[in-house]
């Protein structure tokens, strides 16, 4: 009789929640990751964020066989995979970490459904937020929009769960089963090395991040984001580090949890505006001018800049993530599914809360959102905060042999964007 954990979005050993319980329970454990068909099928095969999760497990594989263990990879539609588990072991216990994506939830639901049948116990835990589910509310219990109030009941509880509790998994290390599970190729799962890696994370430059964290030439940030979309940190030690060291850094952990519990509570957003009154904007959804975005040429510098860097590494910085949106859905009229869309296959920190999250609010059409008639200039949002053009310059290359004309005049384009909501903004 064994247990099984079951990998997901926490691709680490260490400070993991549902493993810790996992590694309690009376049975040893298998660990599991299943590599899902109905999410890989749509991927192109060199995909990257499938190379970091890949890597992830090799990782995983070598301290679990330090250890006389290791990991049980699969392939296929899940509920047809976790059926051919049942068959072939005997499962007593399965523990996995919740997962808060509409697809996710409805996944989990099904397993749990057919691990009933066979009369094993399911248990899931909350590991990827400090904050999950309707554990923030408004007085009223209903969820909070906006996201100040958010943040100060967020610090507020937070405040009277200090410390984090620290899920030592390594003391039950011998409670996982002996095992040597043939750790499939890369080429076996139907993918190829990506070009594109994901950067290690750092904590270290932080000292000035509230200062420089908005100039996209400097390395101010973490580049935590695909870590934390993957697992391969643990959310409690990142927000321990950060309480104790920088509450800037601290309110963007918080913004990540903010848009996971606005996804939870209106899934709607994955889709639909969350501002209904939006739905009658007219946009124009050129074809010609999204290539153009998607290319990087429509003629501002720091627009093209930043979709050269998404194309290029899989990561584009946060100011200039704000100025490309903002140039798609205002200057352009095409309507944030668009550039959702794009963002979700290119980038390697791709997390549907916060894109979702982010593109509403660049559109103006999402909860706490830039108010419409804000349209950001590129060429001011240049001078601000890429004087000296070493951003661009990184990314466009012939910027110094003259850079061609602007595929929309900015006036323009910012009256007919102010006339266009104004219009279809039902009141
Ligand atoms: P840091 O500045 O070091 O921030 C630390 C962490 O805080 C980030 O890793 C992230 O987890 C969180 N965070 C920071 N800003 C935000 C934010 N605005 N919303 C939510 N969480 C935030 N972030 C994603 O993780 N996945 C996405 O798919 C995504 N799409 C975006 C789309 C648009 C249009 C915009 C404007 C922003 C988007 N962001 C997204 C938010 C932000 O740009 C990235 O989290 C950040 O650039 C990642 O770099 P970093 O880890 O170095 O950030």
């Known amino acids: 009789a064994v247990s099984f954990f079951w990998f997901r979005r926490d691709l680490r050993l260490e400070d993991n929640v549902g493993l810790f319980y996992a590694l309690q329970s009376e049975y040893p454990v298998i660990p599991l990751f299943i590599f899902d068909d109905s999410i890989l099928d749509s991927l192109p095969k060199d995909d990257a964020r499938v190379g970091l999760i890949y890597d992830s497990l090799?990782?995983?594989?070598?301290?679990?066989?330090?250890?006389?263990?290791?990991?049980?990879?699969?392939?296929?539609?899940?509920?047809?995979?976790?059926?051919?588990?049942?068959?072939?072991?005997?499962?007593?216990?399965?523990?996995?970490?919740?997962?808060?994506?509409?697809?996710?939830?409805?996944?989990?639901d099904c397993i749990c459904q057919l691990l009933e049948q066979h009369a094993i116990l399911s248990y899931s835990f909350k590991d990827q937020v400090i904050f999950e589910e309707k554990e923030i509310t408004k007085a009223d219990g209903l969820p909070y929009t906006v996201y100040t109030p958010y943040k100060n009941k967020w610090l507020e509880q937070f405040a009277k769960?200090?410390?984090?509790?620290?899920?030592?998994?390594?003391?039950?290390?011998?409670?996982?089963?002996?095992?040597?599970?043939?750790?499939?190729?890369?080429?076996?799962?139907?993918?190829?090395?990506?070009?594109?890696?994901?950067?290690p994370y750092t904590l270290d430059g932080l000292a000035n991040y509230q200062e420089q964290r908005d100039f996209p030439a400097v390395d101010a940030t973490s580049y935590l984001s695909p870590h934390l979309r993957f697992g391969t940190v643990s959310i409690r030690k990142m927000v321990a580090f950060a309480d104790k060291t920088n509450a800037t850094f601290l309110s963007e952990l918080i913004w990540r949890e903010f848009f996971m519990q606005i996804l939870y509570h209106f899934p709607k957003v994955v889709t639909q505006n969350f501002k209904s009154a939006y739905d009658g904007i007219q946009w124009r959804n050129n074809e010609e001018d999204f290539k153009r975005w998607c290319e990087g040429r429509t003629g501002y510098p720091m627009v093209d800049a930043g979709m050269r860097q998404l194309n290029e590494t899989g990561y584009m910085h946060n100011r200039v993530r704000m100025v490309v949106a903002s140039f798609l859905c205002k200057h352009l009229l095409i309507q944030w599914q668009w550039g959702e869309a794009y963002f979700a296959?290119?980038?390697?920190?791709?997390?549907?809360?916060?894109?979702?999250?982010?593109?509403?609010?660049?559109?103006?059409?999402?909860?706490?959102?830039?108010?419409?008639?804000?349209?950001?200039?590129?060429?001011?949002?240049?001078?601000?905060?890429?004087?000296?053009?070493?951003?661009?310059?990184?990314?466009?290359?012939?910027?110094?042999?003259?850079?061609?004309?602007?595929m929309v005049d900015h006036a323009m384009a910012r009256d007919r964007a102010i006339a266009t909501y104004k219009a279809g903004i039902l009141t």
């Open 161 to 199: 769960i200090k410390p984090l509790q620290e899920y030592n998994t390594t003391q039950s290390f011998s409670n996982f089963y002996k095992s040597n599970f043939d750790f499939p190729a890369l080429e076996q799962i139907g993918f190829v090395e990506s070009k594109i890696k994901v950067k």
């Open 345 to 406: 296959q290119k980038l390697l920190d791709y997390e549907l809360s916060a894109n979702v999250g982010n593109w509403q609010w660049a559109a103006g059409t999402g909860c706490d959102a830039a108010p419409y008639f804000r349209v950001f200039n590129p060429d001011i949002q240049l001078k601000k905060f890429d004087e000296k053009g070493i951003y661009i310059r990184k990314w466009i290359p012939e910027f110094d042999l003259g850079y061609g004309e602007p």
């Open 58 to 108: 090799l990782q995983i594989n070598k301290e679990l066989q330090s250890i006389g263990s290791s990991i049980l990879i699969k392939k296929g539609k899940t509920q047809e995979v976790w059926q051919t588990i049942v068959d072939e072991f005997e499962v007593k216990k399965v523990f996995f970490n919740k997962d808060y994506e509409p697809y996710a939830m409805d996944r989990d």
